[in-house]
């Protein structure tokens, strides 16, 4: 077998393998949350990313400040739009502080929230936050609460091990 025979067989044994990663089923299993806050337009292009919100293209900065590491335990409920649902995410201490201080120095700006790298919701940060919660009013589907459930109990029940 000749060199470029090798490197081409190589390649596409190494090519499946995300495809065969994926077939056990575990990778649709894990869900992630994300929570952007707007930046002005001055940034690097490559640290932000635009959304439509309110009417308006803003941009988000792409590195989060919370994900669901963050999260300690979530509630869903129905949204206004009648097919979603929205949530509150209470977060862990640290988010919490996080958050204090977020919300302190960013006033008038926005919060964006992603699932798995889908933007459905945004906030504008009116005032100080010290409770802990955040709220996404709409657009998470079922299946994204059940991969949450496997995360974050909900609000009220016992830690998850």
């Known amino acids: ?5 090798f490197a081409l067989l190589l390649s596409a044994v190494f090519g499946l393998v995300p495809l065969t990663a994926r077939a056990g089923g575990k990778a649709d299993d894990n869900v ?3 929570f952007h ?3 002005d337009g001055n940034d690097n292009p490559k640290m932000v990313f635009p959304e439509q919100v ?26 206004d739009d009648g097919v979603t649902y929205g949530l ?11 958050l204090s201080a977020v919300t302190a120095t960013n006033q008038d700006r926005w919060l964006v929230a992603r699932i798995n790298g ?5 906030v504008m940060i009116d005032r100080q936050l010290d409770d802990g919660k955040l709220v996404i009013w709409k657009g998470v589907t079922s299946l ?3 991969q949450l459930d496997k995360l974050a109990p909900r609000i009220g029940e016992p830690k998850k091990r």
């Not at 077998?1 to 025979?5: A, C, E």
């Not at 889908?118 to 945004?122: A, L, P, V, Y």
């Open 1 to 5: 077998m000749n060199r470029r025979t």
């Open 32 to 34: 992630s949350l994300t």
């Open 37 to 39: 806050l707007e930046t």
């Open 54 to 79: 309110s009417g308006k293209v803003r941009s988000f900065r792409r590195m989060s400040e919370f994900s669901e590491k963050d999260i300690e335990s979530f509630a869903p409920f129905p949204s």
């Open 88 to 98: 509150i995410v209470k977060l862990k201490a640290g988010g919490t502080r996080r």
């Open 118 to 122: 889908r933007s459905i919701d945004g």
């Open 144 to 146: 994204e609460i059940k």
